[in-house]
């Protein structure tokens, strides 16, 4: 027997109270006569004779001590272990989740340890009819309700553990459910490395302890807006020693090894960076020796920013191109409205409308005067963004052409009194003017150009901030953007395309790895990684150095509360002694 | 103590006199000068004329219709003074209402009949011996002497019967009405002081005042008893068979107090504090014959 609450025994100091009271009720019975005479004969009558402990053990008061007791024992919540070896209709959950695919130092995995024991449980039943369950986040029936025997033996032994994640309560239900529900079986016999929490119903669990672990518990990837990726690797050491974790994430090409060294249970995070990644799969691999491989891989998928589309109008210029390639990939096009046009030695007859890079071009608005030139180092006089890590007198410039430029504008880099880089004052759109051939300049040998190359793209094109890649788990519906027709790949080729609802399309990823999405929009890739949860251990004292034994490993016993009934019984005592009281005072009440 | 008796009960009282013994007989009016002041004498009865008898008292006017010597008897009126005898003993302090308090407002109540009836009325609160008595006098000014020595009532003492009615003996030389309100709960030693107002030619009657629980009590359970006279103590076990023997020995001990008090003569009334005294007097010691 055991007590849920039981700082509740406290209350049977009512006991006390309730005897204390009825001693202070005999003490103070007294009563004033006129003539003691009559009542002092009564001696002589047996029923009258002082029998103190008798008079203690008034039946009343044996009612009120009874039903305190009763009270306080309730309030105390007291529960008896149920006998499990009555029932008939078991249910075996056998947690399938990724976490049980770990292998301890016989080689074995948890899964199969966890069939073991089952098969130990069940053949010490007498002839117990059998439902089995897989449990994961998607939960399978594995054998519906049989005999257990030889069959239900074999097709045990012959499960294995899925990739998904642990399963929650409502899993567990929908599982049973398909079997009757809960209700219908007199026994569920539950068999893995975690229990499940928050079960509307009681279980037997038998809980396989964990080997030590170490893990990639978080895995991403951002692309930057100035260009590159960056990595963020989680690393867990669920072990009892210091571990140097090394990671190597990759994109496809180009490979950074990142290291970090973690406390016994501590958590930590590595970065790397890729600054001219093209990539767009990403994979962080763990080098470690530990019983459980499968959360030493995490992938990382990102949508990569489409090129920057460029109108080149005029003569080429390899420097620039140079240039703009290395900030942005590029496509060029002849359309008007591409992200940026590049004018280069040309006349115009007006602005472009969209945003533009005019080098030494002829514009209405701006005179230029051949015969007259200066030479000499840029300098600014203001502050602009385009200028930003551009230092002007590094710029020198070895001819450029007096100029009267009409239209309204800005000067932002400046030869003397004569204007080198303008911002023409345009609400539709930014045009930025290099009044000198770059030729005539050192501009394409410093390291201000591609900076100023850069500042001109994020300032005039405006691009958007590259959003993170998709992300899932194994084992959890993904549904597709894409309405109309779809195909899908993954690690281990085609995948099945499902059809939920009227017209949304998923598809369920069995393993980790990278799954492809092509529909009418065009390709997407997502990267599915296992649930991180099945990494990490529920509780420090869970690392063992032995596989713990499994015989009669119950951690959530079966248990009876005896409170209601006690709770009950106190008010049948109360209603007796209610009974017996008025029956007294009927014959005869105790005032006097 | 509560309050003794009010202006509202005293009207509400019936036209109620005390009756006596020697006041209801009849004698012939004249032949015996009543020595006492204020007596009247009224017409009762005829009677056969017998030789020897006052030829005045002959009614000449049925003589010469019927030829028949008749002669006419009168109820000759005596002065007969009252007595209460009222038990403030310590015993008349129990019950709800004090039995105390129960027998003041009696004894009140048969004071202003008897002074309304024109009777000469003393009270004589006694426990074990007489105390404050107030001497018998006419008049509704005695009422208020009767309060006084009556109000505040404060039971106390032991009840000595003989030791009292020795002292109510020596101050009173006039026999007359004695009207004795107690519980008489002491039978053993009612003979001798009855038997000596008896003797003196004193009309006696008895009030028994009792509290119903005296009658039937209903304790149960271990209850120590302390008589508040003499502080003795009996601790009993009172169950139904315990209140059973202790209602037979109460009716054991009514009935020797009744057979006491026929002996002398004497008549029993059994008042319990719960009964109005309204019901008290005009029924009960109507009924008996103390009253008219």
Redesign the interface.
């Known amino acids: 027997m055991s007590f849920a609450n039981p700082a509740g025994l406290a209350a049977l100091g009512a006991v006390f109270l309730v005897i204390l009271l009825a001693l202070l009720r005999?003490r103070e019975?007294?009563?004033?006569?006129?003539?003691?005479?009559?009542?002092?004969?009564?001696?002589s009558?047996p029923?009258?004779?002082?029998?103190?402990a008798?008079?203690l053990v008034?039946p009343l008061l044996l009612l009120q001590v009874a039903c305190a007791a009763a009270l306080a024992l309730a309030v105390a919540q007291p529960a008896w272990r149920a006998q499990t070896e009555r029932g008939q209709h078991i249910a075996v959950l056998l947690d399938a989740s990724a976490s049980m695919q770990a292998v301890s130092t016989d080689s074995a995995t948890l899964f199969a340890q966890a069939v073991q024991v089952a098969v130990q449980q069940l053949d010490r039943l007498p002839a117990p009819n059998v439902s089995v369950v897989l449990v994961s986040s998607r939960p399978s029936v594995l054998v519906g309700p049989e005999p257990y025997g030889s069959s239900t033996r074999a097709v045990l032994h012959s499960s294995a553990p899925s990739w998904n994640g642990d399963a929650d309560g409502d899993d567990i239900l929908s599982a049973l459910a398909a079997l009757g529900g809960a209700e219908a079986f007199d026994r569920i016999l539950w068999f893995g490395d975690r229990p499940p929490v928050s079960l509307p119903f009681a279980i037997e669990a038998v809980v396989l302890p964990r080997e030590a672990n170490l893990a990639i518990t978080q895995f991403a990837v951002r692309e930057r807006a100035s260009g590159g990726v960056s990595a963020f690797v989680e690393v867990a050491n669920e072990t009892v020693e210091f571990q140097s974790l090394a990671v190597v994430v990759s994109d496809g090409s180009t490979r950074a090894n990142v290291e970090t060294l973690l406390e016994p249970g501590e958590r930590g995070a590595v970065t790397a960076f890729f600054p001219s990644s093209r990539g767009s799969r990403f994979t962080a691999s763990l080098a470690a020796d530990d019983g459980f491989v499968a959360d030493n891989v995490r992938y990382a998928a990102i949508d990569r920013s489409p090129p920057l589309s460029v109108r080149w109008i005029g003569e080429d210029n390899r420097f620039l191109r140079s240039a703009l390639e290395a900030a942005a990939p590029l496509e060029f096009t002849d359309a008007a409205e591409a992200d940026l046009t590049v004018v280069y030695d040309a006349a115009l007859a007006q602005l472009p409308p969209r945003p533009a890079l005019l080098v030494r071009a002829q514009l209405p608005g701006l005179v230029t005067e051949s015969n007259a030139s200066v030479s000499g180092f840029a300098a600014s006089d203001v502050s602009h963004p385009l200028l930003e890590g551009v230092r002007p007198e590094e710029i020198y410039v070895e001819h450029l052409d007096r100029a009267e430029v009409a239209l309204p504008h800005r000067v932002l880099l400046r030869v003397g009194d004569n204007p080198l880089l303008i911002e023409v004052a345009d609400p539709e759109a930014r045009h930025y003017v290099l009044l000198s051939d770059l030729t005539a300049t050192n501009l394409p040998i410093t390291v201000e150009f591609p900076i100023l190359i850069r500042n001109l793209i994020e300032l005039a094109v405006q691009r958007a901030t590259p959003a993170p890649g998709d992300e899932a788990l194994v084992g959890r519906i993904l549904p597709l953007p894409a309405s109309g027709d779809a195909t899908a790949w993954g690690p281990a080729g085609d995948v099945d395309v499902l059809r939920i609802g009227d017209n949304e399309l998923a598809i369920l990823p069995e393993k980790p790895g990278f799954y492809g999405i092509a529909g009418p929009d065009g390709e997407r890739v997502v990267a599915v990684n296992l649930d991180s949860c099945e990494s990490t251990l529920s509780a420090p004292d869970m690392i063992s150095e032995e596989p713990a034994g499994f015989a009669g490993a119950v951690t959530q016993p079966h248990w009876r509360s005896l409170g209601p009934g006690l709770a009950g019984a106190a008010l049948a005592l109360l209603l007796i002694e209610s009974y017996v009281e008025s029956s007294?005072r009927r014959?005869?009440?105790?005032?006097? | 103590m509560q309050q003794l008796i009010d202006e509202d009960f005293l009207r509400r009282l019936p036209q109620l006199r005390f009756l006596s013994r020697r006041r209801a007989g009849t004698q012939l009016g004249g032949t015996h000068a009543s020595p006492r002041a204020g007596m009247s004498i009224e017409f009762a009865d005829y009677r056969a004329y017998t030789p020897g008898d006052d030829l005045r008292a002959v009614d000449w006017n049925v003589f010469a219709r019927l030829d028949r010597l008749l002669v006419k008897t009168f109820v000759q009126e005596v002065d007969v003074p009252v007595y209460l005898l009222v038990d403030v003993s310590a015993s008349m302090r129990c019950g709800s209402p004090p039995k105390a308090l129960y027998a003041a407002r009696l004894a009140l109540a048969l004071g202003y009949l008897a002074l309304r009836g024109l009777d000469r009325v003393g009270l004589f609160p006694f426990s074990e011996r007489l105390l404050d008595p107030v001497a018998p006098r006419h008049g509704l000014a005695q009422f208020g002497r009767f309060l006084r020595a009556l109000s505040p009532i404060d039971p106390a003492g032991r009840t000595s019967l003989p030791a009292s009615v020795e002292q109510f003996l020596g101050r009173t030389r006039e026999s007359g009405i004695v009207v004795i309100l107690s519980d008489f709960l002491s039978v053993g030693e009612l003979a001798e002081p009855l038997a000596r107002l008896r003797h003196r030619g004193d009309e006696v009657a008895a009030i028994q005042i009792l509290d119903p629980k005296e009658q039937m009590p209903v304790a149960t359970g271990l209850v120590e008893f302390v008589d508040v006279e003499t502080d003795e103590r009996v601790t009993l076990r009172v169950g139904p068979a315990a209140l059973a023997e202790y209602r037979r020995a109460f009716e054991n001990r009514q009935h020797a107090l009744r057979h006491v008090l026929a002996r002398q003569g004497v008549p029993l009334f059994v008042t319990p504090t719960s009964r109005p005294l309204e019901a008290v007097l005009h029924t009960d010691l109507r009924s008996g014959g103390i009253l008219r």
Not at chain 1, 29 to 43: F, G, K, N
Not at chain 1, 587 to 592: I, P, Y
């Open positions: 005999v019975r007294r009563r004033e006569v006129a003539e003691i005479a009559l009542w002092r004969d009564l001696r009558v029923a009258a004779r002082i029998q103190r008798r008079a008034d007294r014959r005869g009440g105790r005032g006097l």
